[in-house]
């Protein structure tokens, strides 16, 4: 019984440890997925070796189109959305 309490915590620690790690990967996963088809290469390459998280990424690509598109831009909708 003492074993398996003590199974019980390790295993909770882990996964305490571990959520952070799991959310930004999640995270990642989804901006790819909702960006994958407007990003160029170079855009991809740079997200793979991004230290910051996802979101600031979309931002990062939101504020760039604006910047070449004008605020509010029909085209910057994808960037907008994956920062959301």
Known sequence: ?????????V????AVLAWPFVKEAYARHQVMQKLGPVMTEQD????????????SFARS???????????????????RIAAE
């Open 44 to 55: 991809k390459l740079a997200f793979q070796s991004w230290q910051g998280d996802a979101v």
């Open 61 to 79: 690509l939101e504020a760039r189109c604006e910047i070449q598109n004008g605020k509010g831009s029909a085209a910057c909708d994808p960037y």
């Open 11 to 14: 295993l909770l620690i882990l």
């Open 1 to 9: 019984m003492k074993r398996a309490v003590i199974g019980c915590v």
